[in-house]
């Protein structure tokens, strides 16, 4: 298990504001800008740092966000829940307690809605007892990474 340090825990609290650069961070930590670079480089390595670009579904156009409540048919949480985080326009999945063993966020948007997520994704993974979709109205403080369709970019390259 990785441990947080002092350095590290100050980087990701300035990198809240994706604008501020490795040089200004390292002033204001007291080190070099080298060492805030690669330790920006191993938190991202180690899986517990993701830079992206978050966006507030609500004030979106043609946007929402769902939460669904599965009940699966068997204890195989994990597997299940890896299977459905892949599924496209999935944000999140949480394994939890109470009656629902999943709870899933979709980031819904235009031409993507509930129904073609449930119809022509979500009814592929087998195993699963029940949903129940909660549609969220407004959302309060609610940021997910923007899903970027391949649609969307048009003749641009995401992979610079």
Avoid: W
């Avoid at 007291?30 to 938190?43: D, I, P, Q, W």
Wanted: aromatic content about 8%; overall charge positive.
């Amino acid at each position: 298990m990785f441990r947080l340090d002092r350095v590290n825990k100050g980087i990701i609290g300035h990198l809240q504001d994706g604008r501020k650069s490795y040089k200004k961070i390292a002033v204001a930590l007291k080190v070099s800008e080298n060492t805030v670079k690669t330790r920006v480089r191993k938190l991202v390595a180690e899986g517990i740092l993701r830079i992206a670009g978050y966006v507030d579904p609500g004030v979106m156009e043609s946007h929402q966000i769902a939460y669904l409540g599965v009940k699966l048919k068997d204890m195989d949480y994990l597997t299940k829940g890896e299977e459905i985080s892949r599924l496209e326009r999935v944000v999140s999945v949480a394994v939890v307690t109470g009656r629902f063993d999943l709870i899933v966020m979709v980031h819904l948007k235009h031409g993507f809605n509930l129904l073609r997520f449930l119809s022509e994704k979500l009814s592929k993974i087998d195993r699963i007892d029940a949903i129940e979709t909660f549609m969220v109205y407004k959302g309060l403080n609610i940021k997910v990474p923007y899903i970027v369709d391949a649609k969307d970019m048009g003749e641009y390259d995401l992979n610079l």
